[in-house]
């Protein structure tokens, strides 16, 4: 198993999608407001172009987070560049109450589709480490390209910060684990580690990844993880209770969109 750094002293908070509540997920703004805003990691997910890019996309198509439409697999990055990614689109899993963000001025920061290269850069000219969460999305379907690609453009990007890779794939993180043994991997769950697995993470993962609505349902799981070894990562953590939840349960570190306010929320107590 990967050794993963861990500062016991305070719980991590990793910005989901950049600092998404306040910028458009996955945009170079989102993450640079992340850094600004004291995050100690950033998350996001990559997926594969029609031509072999990793961008930053959280979905299967372009649809809700673009002005225009179809697969990221069926696009080419040259073709993703065209689109407006800024086009004023709730996060997904908002509440649609809350109203779509307000119009975007034309900001290639903003509205730019983003290569995880440019996102490795980034990170790299940041004025200290942070770290990066990379999740692979729906991974089975390249049969390895997604890994082959992204441990090389790791090779050719090193960055100050932990690195880590995410997946509810086991077999992406296998293959990760395989290929790049001393990168920690983190097995994200839904509701439940799955019941074959009967209680155990994947076999070389690093650092167990449940959602804040499981440890709701079973907030035991925290202990039983760190217990057997695994630092704990809990995402999306993004309402007061929520946070105060993970403190209380001695988590490791918080995903959420909102690390600005988060940060602020575990320095007060
Ligand atoms: O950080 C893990 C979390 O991002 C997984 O869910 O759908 O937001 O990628 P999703
Ligand atoms: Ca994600």
């Not at 991590?12 to 100690?40: M, N, Q, T």
């Not at 760190?226 to 918080?254: F, K, M, N, S, Y």
């Amino acid at each position: 198993m990967a050794r993963v750094t861990v500062d016991r002293s305070r719980i991590a908070v990793i910005a989901h999608r950049g600092a998404s509540e306040d910028a458009p997920e996955h945009s170079l703004a989102a993450y640079r407001r992340a850094i600004e805003d004291g995050a100690d990691g950033l998350e996001c997910d990559v997926r594969l172009t029609a031509d072999g890019h990793l961008v930053c996309v959280h979905d299967r198509r372009v649809n809700r987070t673009s002005n225009g439409r179809g697969a990221v697999s069926a696009l080419e990055l040259a073709e993703l560049a065209e689109l407006d990614f800024a086009a004023g689109r709730p996060l997904s899993g908002a509440d649609p109450a809350a109203g779509p963000e307000a119009p975007d001025t034309v900001d290639p920061e903003r509205s730019a589709v983003l290569t995880l290269e440019r996102l490795l850069r980034l990170v790299a000219e940041a004025d200290r480490p942070v770290d990066l969460a990379i999740e692979t999305k729906h991974p089975t379907r390249w049969a390895g390209q997604v890994e082959e690609r992204l441990l090389a453009l790791l090779a050719r990007h090193p960055v100050p910060g932990q690195v880590r890779v995410m997946s509810f794939s086991a077999r992406s993180l296998q293959r990760v684990h395989r290929a790049a043994p001393q990168l920690p991997t983190v097995f994200l769950m839904h509701f439940a580690l799955p019941r074959h697995r009967g209680g155990r993470l994947p076999a070389g993962v690093a650092v167990a990844g449940p959602s804040v609505r499981m440890l709701r349902r079973d907030p035991g799981y925290v202990a039983r993880a760190r217990a057997a070894g695994h630092p704990v990562h809990v995402w999306t953590v993004d309402r007061p209770q929520d946070v105060e939840l993970c403190v209380e349960l001695g988590v490791d570190a918080i995903i959420t969109n909102r690390p600005r306010t988060v940060r602020a929320q575990l320095a007060d107590r």
